[in-house]
Protein backbone atom coordinates (compact mmCIF):
# COMPACT_ATOMS: atom_id res chain seq x y z
CA UNK A 1 0.00 0.00 0.00
CA UNK A 2 1.39 3.42 -0.49
CA UNK A 3 3.00 5.66 2.05
CA UNK A 4 0.30 8.43 1.39
CA UNK A 5 -2.92 6.21 1.69
CA UNK A 6 -1.56 4.80 5.27
CA UNK A 7 -0.54 8.53 6.24
CA UNK A 8 -4.12 9.74 5.46
CA UNK A 9 -5.60 6.27 6.84
CA UNK A 10 -3.66 6.98 10.36
CA UNK A 11 -5.13 10.35 10.27
CA UNK A 12 -8.60 9.65 9.85
CA UNK A 13 -8.62 7.31 13.13
CA UNK A 14 -6.49 10.01 14.85
CA UNK A 15 -9.87 12.88 14.01
CA UNK A 16 -12.14 10.10 15.39
CA UNK A 17 -10.88 9.44 18.27
CA UNK A 18 -10.51 13.41 19.10
CA UNK A 19 -14.05 13.67 17.86
CA UNK A 20 -15.01 10.68 20.29
CA UNK A 21 -12.96 12.49 23.26
CA UNK A 22 -15.09 15.47 23.17
CA UNK A 23 -18.17 14.19 22.83
CA UNK A 24 -17.44 12.32 26.18
CA UNK A 25 -16.04 15.36 27.68
CA UNK A 26 -19.15 17.59 26.23
CA UNK A 27 -21.16 14.42 27.80
CA UNK A 28 -19.71 14.48 31.51
CA UNK A 29 -20.06 18.56 31.24
CA UNK A 30 -23.91 17.79 30.46
CA UNK A 31 -24.37 15.44 33.20
CA UNK A 32 -22.87 17.93 35.96
CA UNK A 33 -24.70 20.89 34.48
CA UNK A 34 -28.22 18.63 34.82
CA UNK A 35 -27.00 17.61 38.27
CA UNK A 36 -26.40 20.90 39.90
CA UNK A 37 -29.77 23.01 37.52
CA UNK A 38 -32.00 21.69 40.68
CA UNK A 39 -29.86 22.81 43.59
CA UNK A 40 -28.39 26.24 41.98
CA UNK A 41 -30.83 29.39 41.75
CA UNK A 42 -32.15 29.95 38.59
CA UNK A 43 -30.48 33.10 37.56
CA UNK A 44 -32.24 36.57 37.52
CA UNK A 45 -32.98 38.67 34.53
CA UNK A 46 -31.50 41.58 36.55
CA UNK A 47 -29.87 42.15 39.45
CA UNK A 48 -29.39 44.19 42.03
CA UNK A 49 -27.11 45.38 44.71
CA UNK A 50 -29.52 44.96 48.30
CA UNK A 51 -26.62 46.58 50.37
CA UNK A 52 -27.27 49.77 49.06
CA UNK A 53 -28.41 51.99 51.96
CA UNK A 54 -32.24 53.17 51.06
CA UNK A 55 -32.46 48.55 50.60
CA UNK A 56 -30.68 47.80 52.91
CA UNK A 57 -32.79 50.04 55.61
CA UNK A 58 -35.72 48.43 54.03
CA UNK A 59 -35.09 45.02 54.00
CA UNK A 60 -33.58 45.12 57.75
CA UNK A 61 -36.84 46.41 59.00
CA UNK A 62 -35.84 50.02 60.44
CA UNK A 63 -38.29 52.97 59.52
CA UNK A 64 -39.05 52.99 56.15
CA UNK A 65 -40.84 56.98 55.99
CA UNK A 66 -37.31 58.53 55.80
CA UNK A 67 -37.17 57.23 52.51
CA UNK A 68 -40.23 56.37 50.88
CA UNK A 69 -42.57 58.71 53.08
CA UNK A 70 -44.77 55.93 53.98
CA UNK A 71 -44.92 53.22 57.24
CA UNK A 72 -44.41 49.63 56.47
CA UNK A 73 -48.26 49.11 57.01
CA UNK A 74 -49.43 51.67 53.93
CA UNK A 75 -46.47 50.05 52.05
CA UNK A 76 -47.98 46.85 52.60
CA UNK A 77 -51.09 47.40 51.86
CA UNK A 78 -50.33 49.13 48.58
CA UNK A 79 -47.90 46.16 47.66
CA UNK A 80 -50.83 43.86 48.29
CA UNK A 81 -53.28 46.44 46.00
CA UNK A 82 -51.05 46.62 43.72
CA UNK A 83 -50.51 42.05 42.91
CA UNK A 84 -48.30 42.97 40.55
CA UNK A 85 -46.32 39.45 40.33
CA UNK A 86 -43.14 40.36 38.15
CA UNK A 87 -42.26 37.13 35.60
CA UNK A 88 -39.27 39.36 34.46
CA UNK A 89 -37.18 42.46 35.70
CA UNK A 90 -36.51 43.85 39.08
CA UNK A 91 -39.58 42.49 40.56
CA UNK A 92 -42.52 44.12 42.02
CA UNK A 93 -41.37 45.36 45.47
CA UNK A 94 -37.86 46.74 44.19
CA UNK A 95 -40.12 49.18 41.14
CA UNK A 96 -42.30 49.81 43.96
CA UNK A 97 -39.84 51.31 46.25
CA UNK A 98 -37.86 53.20 43.31
CA UNK A 99 -41.22 54.70 42.72
CA UNK A 100 -41.72 55.63 46.06
CA UNK A 101 -38.39 57.13 46.80
CA UNK A 102 -38.75 59.09 43.71
CA UNK A 103 -41.58 60.22 44.74
CA UNK A 104 -40.34 61.09 48.38
CA UNK A 105 -36.90 62.93 47.14
CA UNK A 106 -38.41 64.63 44.10
CA UNK A 107 -34.56 64.36 42.66
CA UNK A 108 -34.03 63.28 38.96
CA UNK A 109 -33.84 60.08 37.69
CA UNK A 110 -30.09 60.26 37.01
CA UNK A 111 -29.93 60.83 41.07
CA UNK A 112 -31.93 57.70 41.67
CA UNK A 113 -30.21 55.34 39.49
CA UNK A 114 -26.97 56.23 41.43
CA UNK A 115 -28.69 55.25 44.94
CA UNK A 116 -30.55 52.04 43.93
CA UNK A 117 -27.45 51.03 41.05
CA UNK A 118 -29.16 50.56 38.00
CA UNK A 119 -29.72 52.85 34.55
CA UNK A 120 -31.25 55.54 34.30
CA UNK A 121 -33.53 54.77 31.32
CA UNK A 122 -34.39 51.75 33.91
CA UNK A 123 -35.59 54.58 36.70
CA UNK A 124 -37.47 56.38 34.03
CA UNK A 125 -39.78 53.17 33.21
CA UNK A 126 -40.49 52.37 36.31
CA UNK A 127 -41.35 55.65 37.71
CA UNK A 128 -43.68 55.74 34.56
CA UNK A 129 -45.38 52.17 34.67
CA UNK A 130 -45.52 52.49 38.46
CA UNK A 131 -47.61 55.11 38.84
CA UNK A 132 -49.71 53.97 35.77
CA UNK A 133 -50.21 50.77 38.35
CA UNK A 134 -50.91 53.38 41.24
CA UNK A 135 -53.55 55.52 38.99
CA UNK A 136 -55.30 52.38 37.88
CA UNK A 137 -56.28 50.96 40.85
CA UNK A 138 -58.03 54.99 41.88
CA UNK A 139 -61.23 53.13 42.10
CA UNK A 140 -60.61 50.96 44.75
CA UNK A 141 -58.89 54.08 46.83
CA UNK A 142 -60.64 56.80 46.02
CA UNK A 143 -65.11 56.61 46.05
CA UNK A 144 -67.78 57.94 47.19
CA UNK A 145 -69.80 56.41 50.58
CA UNK A 146 -70.81 52.74 48.98
CA UNK A 147 -73.97 51.97 51.18
CA UNK A 148 -76.17 54.69 53.42
CA UNK A 149 -74.18 53.68 56.53
CA UNK A 150 -71.57 54.74 55.08
CA UNK A 151 -73.32 58.46 53.96
CA UNK A 152 -74.45 58.86 57.83
CA UNK A 153 -71.03 58.14 58.87
CA UNK A 154 -69.74 61.13 56.95
CA UNK A 155 -72.65 63.27 57.17
CA UNK A 156 -72.79 62.75 61.00
CA UNK A 157 -68.69 63.30 61.07
CA UNK A 158 -69.18 66.90 59.43
CA UNK A 159 -72.19 67.67 62.24
CA UNK A 160 -69.66 66.91 64.28
CA UNK A 161 -66.44 69.00 63.11
CA UNK A 162 -69.21 71.49 62.69
CA UNK A 163 -70.19 71.34 66.50
CA UNK A 164 -73.77 71.92 65.34
CA UNK A 165 -76.49 69.85 64.06
CA UNK A 166 -77.56 72.11 60.90
CA UNK A 167 -74.87 70.30 59.37
CA UNK A 168 -75.99 67.16 59.54
CA UNK A 169 -76.77 67.36 55.76
CA UNK A 170 -73.17 68.03 54.74
CA UNK A 171 -71.63 65.42 52.82
CA UNK A 172 -68.16 66.27 52.11
CA UNK A 173 -65.87 69.38 51.87
CA UNK A 174 -64.48 70.87 48.04
CA UNK A 175 -61.44 72.86 47.19
CA UNK A 176 -58.69 72.74 44.77
CA UNK A 177 -55.16 74.35 44.66
CA UNK A 178 -52.22 74.39 42.51
CA UNK A 179 -49.59 72.11 42.11
CA UNK A 180 -46.40 74.14 40.31
CA UNK A 181 -44.71 72.61 37.28
CA UNK A 182 -41.83 73.57 34.86
CA UNK A 183 -43.52 76.22 32.20
CA UNK A 184 -44.70 74.02 29.35
CA UNK A 185 -42.84 75.02 25.64
CA UNK A 186 -45.21 75.79 22.68
CA UNK A 187 -48.12 78.25 21.96
CA UNK A 188 -49.79 76.96 24.96
CA UNK A 189 -47.67 77.54 27.92
CA UNK A 190 -48.90 80.84 28.84
CA UNK A 191 -52.52 79.31 29.92
CA UNK A 192 -50.91 77.76 32.65
CA UNK A 193 -49.58 80.52 34.39
CA UNK A 194 -51.56 81.54 37.51
CA UNK A 195 -52.71 84.64 39.66
CA UNK A 196 -49.19 84.35 41.61
CA UNK A 197 -47.32 83.99 38.28
CA UNK A 198 -46.81 80.89 38.49
CA UNK A 199 -47.26 77.62 36.00
CA UNK A 200 -49.69 75.33 37.58
CA UNK A 201 -52.19 72.15 36.95
CA UNK A 202 -54.99 72.82 39.52
CA UNK A 203 -56.07 70.14 41.67
CA UNK A 204 -59.88 69.86 42.82
CA UNK A 205 -60.45 67.49 45.65
CA UNK A 206 -63.49 66.70 47.86
CA UNK A 207 -62.99 64.61 51.02
CA UNK A 208 -64.99 63.20 54.04
CA UNK A 209 -64.66 64.19 57.90
CA UNK A 210 -61.95 62.44 58.06
CA UNK A 211 -59.78 63.96 55.40
CA UNK A 212 -60.09 60.81 52.89
CA UNK A 213 -60.36 61.82 49.95
CA UNK A 214 -64.24 60.97 48.20
CA UNK A 215 -62.97 62.38 44.39
CA UNK A 216 -60.13 64.15 42.73
CA UNK A 217 -60.29 65.96 39.77
CA UNK A 218 -56.93 67.30 38.26
CA UNK A 219 -55.70 68.24 35.03
CA UNK A 220 -56.47 72.16 34.15
CA UNK A 221 -53.78 74.78 33.90
CA UNK A 222 -53.56 77.01 36.54
CA UNK A 223 -55.04 80.24 34.70
CA UNK A 224 -58.74 78.27 34.82
CA UNK A 225 -60.87 79.69 37.74
CA UNK A 226 -61.89 76.85 40.12
CA UNK A 227 -65.33 77.24 39.32
CA UNK A 228 -64.89 76.70 35.70
CA UNK A 229 -62.94 73.44 36.51
CA UNK A 230 -66.01 72.53 38.60
CA UNK A 231 -68.57 72.96 36.14
CA UNK A 232 -66.16 70.67 33.53
CA UNK A 233 -65.48 67.68 36.21
CA UNK A 234 -67.32 64.38 36.46
CA UNK A 235 -68.80 65.50 40.06
CA UNK A 236 -70.91 68.21 38.52
CA UNK A 237 -73.29 66.12 36.74
CA UNK A 238 -72.93 62.98 39.26
CA UNK A 239 -75.80 62.06 41.52
CA UNK A 240 -73.72 62.95 44.76
CA UNK A 241 -74.76 63.94 47.35
CA UNK A 242 -77.99 62.62 47.19
CA UNK A 243 -81.24 64.91 47.61
CA UNK A 244 -81.53 66.87 50.49
CA UNK A 245 -77.65 66.96 51.07
CA UNK A 246 -74.76 69.14 50.61
CA UNK A 247 -71.04 69.61 50.11
CA UNK A 248 -68.75 72.39 51.59
CA UNK A 249 -66.83 75.27 49.95
CA UNK A 250 -65.45 78.06 50.00
CA UNK A 251 -65.97 81.80 48.87
CA UNK A 252 -64.24 80.99 45.54
CA UNK A 253 -67.22 78.88 44.31
CA UNK A 254 -70.49 79.45 43.47
CA UNK A 255 -73.35 78.92 45.64
CA UNK A 256 -75.19 76.07 44.67
CA UNK A 257 -78.47 74.05 45.49
CA UNK A 258 -78.77 72.32 41.37
CA UNK A 259 -77.31 71.01 39.55
CA UNK A 260 -74.28 70.26 42.44
CA UNK A 261 -75.87 71.53 45.91
CA UNK A 262 -72.82 73.33 46.86
CA UNK A 263 -72.92 75.57 50.33
CA UNK A 264 -70.82 78.69 50.61
CA UNK A 265 -70.04 81.25 53.45
CA UNK A 266 -71.30 84.56 53.69
CA UNK A 267 -69.53 86.82 51.51
CA UNK A 268 -67.10 89.86 53.27
CA UNK A 269 -68.03 91.67 54.88
CA UNK A 270 -70.29 89.78 56.66
CA UNK A 271 -73.64 91.51 58.42
CA UNK A 272 -75.63 90.38 61.02
CA UNK A 273 -74.47 87.82 64.51
CA UNK A 274 -76.46 84.70 62.36
CA UNK A 275 -74.24 85.24 59.36
CA UNK A 276 -71.06 85.44 61.17
CA UNK A 277 -72.20 82.41 63.36
CA UNK A 278 -73.03 80.15 60.40
CA UNK A 279 -69.56 81.46 58.51
CA UNK A 280 -67.92 80.28 62.00
CA UNK A 281 -69.95 76.73 61.72
CA UNK A 282 -69.13 76.56 58.35
CA UNK A 283 -65.42 76.94 58.32
CA UNK A 284 -65.53 74.41 61.46
CA UNK A 285 -66.47 71.99 58.98
CA UNK A 286 -64.73 73.42 55.59
CA UNK A 287 -61.17 73.46 56.79
CA UNK A 288 -60.89 69.17 56.60
CA UNK A 289 -60.20 69.24 53.30
CA UNK A 290 -57.58 72.55 53.79
CA UNK A 291 -56.14 69.97 56.62
CA UNK A 292 -56.36 66.85 54.06
CA UNK A 293 -54.60 68.47 51.12
CA UNK A 294 -52.06 69.52 53.68
CA UNK A 295 -50.98 66.56 54.91
CA UNK A 296 -50.72 64.84 51.43
CA UNK A 297 -48.47 68.45 50.33
CA UNK A 298 -46.09 67.49 53.76
CA UNK A 299 -45.85 64.13 52.72
CA UNK A 300 -44.76 64.99 49.64
CA UNK A 301 -43.21 68.10 50.17
CA UNK A 302 -40.84 67.23 47.01
CA UNK A 303 -43.69 67.23 45.01
CA UNK A 304 -46.14 70.40 46.08
CA UNK A 305 -43.56 72.38 47.31
CA UNK A 306 -41.32 73.08 44.25
CA UNK A 307 -41.80 72.75 40.82
CA UNK A 308 -42.23 69.36 39.42
CA UNK A 309 -39.70 68.18 36.73
CA UNK A 310 -41.74 66.24 34.54
CA UNK A 311 -43.42 66.72 31.35
CA UNK A 312 -46.86 68.48 32.36
CA UNK A 313 -49.05 65.63 30.83
CA UNK A 314 -47.45 63.16 33.23
CA UNK A 315 -47.93 65.46 36.29
CA UNK A 316 -51.77 64.62 36.56
CA UNK A 317 -51.04 60.94 36.85
CA UNK A 318 -48.24 61.49 39.81
CA UNK A 319 -50.81 63.79 41.66
CA UNK A 320 -53.43 61.62 41.46
CA UNK A 321 -50.99 58.52 42.59
CA UNK A 322 -49.68 60.85 45.82
CA UNK A 323 -54.04 61.46 46.56
CA UNK A 324 -54.03 57.94 46.31
CA UNK A 325 -51.46 57.07 48.46
CA UNK A 326 -52.49 59.48 50.81
CA UNK A 327 -55.86 57.19 51.41
CA UNK A 328 -54.32 54.27 51.83
CA UNK A 329 -51.75 56.09 54.48
CA UNK A 330 -55.17 57.38 56.04
CA UNK A 331 -56.24 53.91 56.58
CA UNK A 332 -53.21 52.57 57.68
CA UNK A 333 -53.55 55.03 60.88
CA UNK A 334 -50.05 56.16 59.07
CA UNK A 335 -50.75 60.34 59.87
CA UNK A 336 -48.83 63.35 58.74
CA UNK A 337 -49.58 66.37 60.63
CA UNK A 338 -50.18 69.02 57.69
CA UNK A 339 -47.84 72.07 58.02
CA UNK A 340 -48.72 75.79 57.88
CA UNK A 341 -49.23 77.62 54.57
CA UNK A 342 -47.02 80.37 53.62
CA UNK A 343 -49.42 82.15 51.71
CA UNK A 344 -52.73 81.06 51.99
CA UNK A 345 -55.56 81.46 48.86
CA UNK A 346 -57.71 83.92 48.77
CA UNK A 347 -61.21 83.59 48.02
CA UNK A 348 -61.65 85.10 44.33
CA UNK A 349 -64.55 86.68 42.48
CA UNK A 350 -66.89 83.51 41.22
CA UNK A 351 -66.39 82.93 37.63
CA UNK A 352 -70.19 83.46 35.56
CA UNK A 353 -68.71 81.59 32.16
CA UNK A 354 -71.75 79.19 30.76
CA UNK A 355 -71.87 74.96 31.47
CA UNK A 356 -74.52 74.21 29.61
CA UNK A 357 -77.01 73.20 32.45
CA UNK A 358 -79.24 76.11 34.38
CA UNK A 359 -77.88 76.70 37.58
CA UNK A 360 -79.88 77.01 40.53
CA UNK A 361 -78.74 79.37 43.39
CA UNK A 362 -77.80 77.85 46.51
CA UNK A 363 -78.86 80.94 48.76
CA UNK A 364 -82.37 80.47 50.05
CA UNK A 365 -80.55 76.96 51.25
CA UNK A 366 -77.50 78.74 53.14
CA UNK A 367 -80.16 81.23 54.85
CA UNK A 368 -82.41 78.32 56.09
CA UNK A 369 -79.15 76.59 57.32
CA UNK A 370 -77.90 80.14 58.84
CA UNK A 371 -81.59 80.04 60.55
CA UNK A 372 -81.00 77.08 62.03
CA UNK A 373 -78.12 77.71 63.40
CA UNK A 374 -79.45 80.64 65.31
CA UNK A 375 -82.18 78.67 66.73
CA UNK A 376 -81.00 75.54 67.36
CA UNK A 377 -78.15 75.45 70.59
CA UNK A 378 -74.46 74.23 69.94
CA UNK A 379 -73.68 70.74 70.48
CA UNK A 380 -70.39 69.39 71.72
CA UNK A 381 -67.37 68.67 69.41
CA UNK A 382 -67.59 64.79 70.19
CA UNK A 383 -71.50 64.88 70.04
CA UNK A 384 -72.97 62.17 67.05
CA UNK A 385 -75.45 62.67 65.68
CA UNK A 386 -78.68 60.16 64.80
CA UNK A 387 -80.27 60.58 61.69
Known amino acids: MEPEILFFIFYLLLEELGNTHRRSRRGIYLRLRARDDHRLPRPMYCRINLTVPVLD ?22 LDLLGQERRHGWGATIETLVFLFWLA ?3 SYRVVSRVFGMPRSTVHRIVHRVTEEVVAIRHKVIHLPKTPEDLVAVTNGFAGLARHRAFGKAAGAIDGCHVRIKPPSGPDGHCYRN ?17 RFLDTYVGWPGSVHDSRVLRHSPLYRSLYPPPGHFILADGGYPCLQHPLPLITPYKRPVRGVGAQRFNWHHSRARS ?13 RAIFLQ ?3 VHHTFVPHVITACAILHNICLGADDIMAPEEEDEPEDDVEEDE ?27 PPDHQYIQ
Open 195 to 211: RKLFSSIILQAVCDHQG
Open 105 to 107: SGT
Open 288 to 300: IIERALGMMKTRF
Open 307 to 309: ALE
Open 353 to 379: GGDGLEAVSGAPWRDQLSAEVSALEEA
Open 57 to 78: RYFNGQDTKTDFRLGREALAVL
